[in-house]
C-alpha cells in the first residue's frame, strides 16, 4: 500500500500557482472571501475539478464541492476531504489551500490508479474560513454543519461594508445547494500545523485528535485620567496598570499549570494615550483556549474572579464583553488511528496532537466523523508570507491522506 | 497688613471671560499657541494692560509684558509675575491665566492703593506654554531664559505644518524686544495645583519649593507574532506580556519606595493587534518624575538594568528612545518663606510641596530666584473642562501673591 504515490509534481505546481492567485500591487497574497480575487482562486480551483472529471457542485453559501461518483456508488454518503482557499490580508500559500488541491490530487491518484472507492469522495473548498472580511470565521463549515443559519450568513456585513450574500452573486458562487446537502460518512482535513510543535519535535506528522476550546473576551478597565506628575502613586485609579496586572496574571498562571491551556492578550488600547496623562481606560482582548472544556471553564472562571479583586484593589471598574466561544471538539478516534498507522507503514514519524487554531474540520465534526493530519510549519509561523512547509513534508502528507482515504473505501469493499 | 485685598471681582470676572475666547464650535476651549483664537486672547490681555496704565512690550518669542514702572524705580530689575494663556485643545479656563492675570491684578491693586513699590513690576504671558501645537512645551520661557536659540524656536514646525514663527508674524505677535531683554529681579507664578495634595490634605496654598526632574522615554519591546492558539506558552517571545511586565515593575518600584518618586506608562500600542496573534512589538512611553536628581537617575538606572533582564528572560530585544529629560528645580528659599508667612499672617493653612507639573517658572529659575504659589484643583483635575478652583480659593492665592508682593518691595524701601 505505502508504494503508491501523489503526484508530486501536480501538486506542488498547484499549490504554487494558486499562491500566485490575488496578489495585491505590493505583491502580497490577498484573496479575501468572495473578493475579486478569490473568484480567480475558485475559478481555477473548479477548472481543475473539471479537468479532473469530477461533478462541481456549490451550495447557497458558496461552499464549492468536486465530486467524484464511481459507478455502483450510488446514494451512499460520501467521504469528505477538504478545507479553504480564502485567505487572510498578505497571506502565506499554504494555509488552507494544502488541504483542498491535496484532496483533489488524492482522487486524482485514484482515478489514475484504478482504484475504485466504495462511496462517492468529495473534495470542500469551504467559504470563508478566515473570518477577515465577514465574521465569524469558518463560516461556510459552520452552516453547512446547521450551526448557523444560511439567510443569517448571507446578510453579514463585511468589514467593508458589503454583504456576504451580494458579494457571492457578484462573483457566481451563489450556488443552488442547500448546506448540508451532502450528508459526509466522514471528514478528514489535511493542514499546515501553523504551530511550531512538529517542527520543535523533529515530527512529520500530527494525527489531530481534538481542537482546543476557544474563549474570546473584551475586557474594559476604566480609571482616572490625572496628571502623570502631579498625582501620587497612591492616589491613582490607573486603567494601564490594571491591564498590565491582568496581562501578567493569565500569563504566569498559563505558565505554573503545566497543563496545554494557552492565554493571548492580542490587542490593547489605552486612553487618553498621551504620555503625562494616567490611562483613564485599556481596553483589550483576551484569548483563552484549552482542548478540556471543564478547565477551559475553570480559566475562565478564575479571570472572573481575578477582575473582581483587580476592581476593588486598584479602585477601577471593569467590564467583560463574550466575543466567541467554542467548546473544545473531540475528533473520531477511528480515523486519528489510521492516519497514525498510515504514517507508521510509510516509517514517517507521527504522533498525536491537539490543533490550537481553528478548523473547518471542527465544524463538520459536529456532522460526521472527522480527523486532522497536519505536517510541520517552519517555524511556527502562519497568516504571513514566511509561512513555510518544505516540498517533501506537502508530499508526505498528501501520501498519508492518500492512503487514509483508500483504507477507508477498502474496508467496505 | 493683610487687610489690604486685591479686587476680587475683577480678577474672577476676567479670569471667565478669558475663558469664553477661544470656544470652538463644540464649546470646548481651544486656544492653542499662536493661533487665531490665541490671538483675540492675548489681545484681552493687551488691552487690560494698557487700561491699566502698563507700558507693552513683546519680545520676538511672543512673550507679552505689562510693565509698572513707578517714578523713581528706574533701571532697577524688575520684580517678575505672570504664567501663560496658550492652552490645550478641550482646556479649562485657569491653567495659566490664573498666574497671568493675578499678576495684573495684584498690580491694578497696588496703583489703587497708592502703594509703590521699590522696582518695577513686569507682568509676563508667555508664549506655548502647553507645547500642543509646537514643541517643546515651556518654550517662550525657556528662550527667554536662554535655554533654547530664538531661531531654532522661530523655526519649530508644528503638529499643523505651520512655523511658529510665521504665525506669530500673522497673528501680529512677533515683537521686537530680544528675549530675556528685562533681567528679573525674582520670578514668582501663581497656579492652580493641577494635582489632588491640596484638596486631599484640606490645605488652600501651596508654597512650592521645588519641581520635579522629568524622564520621558519610549521603549519598544520585539518579540514574535506567533498564533495565539498554536504556540505554547513555553515558545513565545510575547511583546505585550514584556511591556506588561515593564508597567507591573515600575508601578511597584515607585509604591515601594516610598519617596516622591511617579512613574507612568502613558501610551501603549500593541503590534499587529489582532485577538488572535501573540504581539510581535509593544511600544510605550515611559514618564519618571522626581524632585531629586540623583533619585531620577537611579530610577533610569534601575529601568535600564530591568529591561536587560527582561530582553534575557523573556527573550525579546528592547530598544529605548529619550524624548525629553530636564533635571529637578530648586526654587528660592526666601521666596517660599515669603510665601509661608504670608499664608499664616492671612490665617490660611499653608505646606511647602513640590510641583509635579512643569511652568515657565522652571525656566525663569535659571536666571532668577524664583518660587510658585499654588491653590486647590478640585479633583486634582486639570487640562479638561471640569478643571475647577473655587473662587474663594482663588481670590485667596491672589491675595497671597499680593502680600508677598508687596514684602518684596517693601524690604528695599
Known amino acids: 500500500m ?3 504515490s501523489i503526484n508530486a509534481n501536480r501538486l506542488l505546481g498547484r499549490i504554487r500557482e ?11 497574497l490577498v484573496r479575501l472571501a468572495a473578493s475579486d480575487s478569490e473568484k ?9 475539478v473539471k479537468d ?4 462541481v457542485a456549490v451550495d447557497r453559501i458558496g461552499n464549492v464541492f468536486g465530486i467524484w461518483r464511481p459507478e455502483g456508488t450510488g446514494d451512499r454518503p460520501p467521504l469528505m476531504l477538504g478545507s479553504h482557499i480564502d485567505t487572510v490580508v498578505n497571506a502565506g500559500m499554504y494555509d488552507g489551500c494544502y488541504g483542498v488541491l491535496s484532496g483533489l490530487e488524492v482522487v486524482e491518484t485514484m482515478k489514475a490508479q484504478g482504484f475504485v472507492p466504495s462511496r462517492p469522495i468529495a473534495v470542500a473548498a469551504f ?3 478566515e473570518g477577515v472580511r465577514y465574521a465569524p470565521d469558518m463560516m461556510g463549515s459552520l452552516v453547512y454543519a446547521g450551526g448557523l443559519g444560511v439567510e443569517d450568513a448571507l446578510a453579514t456585513m463585511g468589514t467593508d461594508g458589503t454583504t456576504l450574500g451580494e458579494e457571492l452573486e457578484r462573483i457566481g458562487y451563489a450556488g443552488p445547494e442547500e448546506p448540508g446537502f451532502l450528508q459526509p460518512h466522514a471528514y478528514i482535513e489535511l493542514h499546515i500545523e501553523q ?5 520543535r519535535e523533529s515530527i512529520l506528522i500530527g494525527a489531530v485528535e481534538n481542537l482546543q476550546g476557544i474563549s474570546w473576551q473584551r475586557v474594559t478597565i476604566d480609571g482616572d485620567a490625572n496628571h502623570a506628575g502631579t498625582t501620587p502613586m497612591s492616589m491613582r485609579r490607573d486603567a494601564g496598570h490594571a491591564a498590565a496586572r491582568v496581562i501578567t496574571f493569565l500569563h504566569d498562571r498559563a505558565i505554573a499549570s503545566n497543563t496545554p491551556t494557552v492565554a493571548t492578550v492580542g490587542c490593547m488600547s489605552f486612553e487618553p494615550n498621551a504620555i503625562n496623562v494616567i490611562p483613564s481606560r485599556a ?7 484549552d482542548p478540556d472544556e471543564d478547565r477551559l471553564k475553570a480559566e475562565e472562571a478564575e479571570l472572573v474572579a481575578f477582575l473582581d479583586r483587580l476592581a476593588e484593589e486598584e479602585q477601577v471598574s471593569v467590564s467583560v464583553e463574550r466575543l466567541a466561544r467554542f467548546e473544545p471538539v473531540k475528533f473520531d478516534a477511528k480515523i486519528v488511528g489510521l492516519i497514525e498507522k498510515a504514517a507508521k507503514d510509510r516509517g514517517l514519524t507521527c504522533r498525536r496532537m491537539t490543533s490550537g487554531a481553528g478548523h473547518d474540520a471542527q465544524m463538520i465534526a459536529r456532522i460526521a466523523p472527522s480527523a486532522m493530519i497536519f505536517v510541520p510549519s517552519v517555524g511556527g509561523i502562519s497568516h504571513n508570507p514566511k509561512e513555510f512547509t518544505t516540498d517533501g513534508d506537502l508530499v508526505a502528507g498528501a501520501n498519508v491522506l492518500l492512503d487514509v482515504v483508500r483504507q477507508f473505501a477498502r474496508e467496505e469493499e
Not at 40 to 48: E, H, K, Q, Y
Not at 283 to 289: Q, S
Open 195 to 199: 504551530g511550531p510543535v512538529l517542527e
Open 40 to 48: 480567480l482562486g475558485r475559478d481555477r480551483f473548479v477548472a481543475w
Open 18 to 28: 494558486l499562491g500566485e492567485i490575488g496578489r495585491d500591487g505590493d505583491g502580497r
Open 52 to 55: 479532473a472529471g469530477l461533478d
Open 2 to 4: 505505502s508504494n503508491q
Open 283 to 289: 481596553a483589550f482582548t483576551v484569548d483563552l483556549r
Open 127 to 129: 467559504t470563508n474560513e
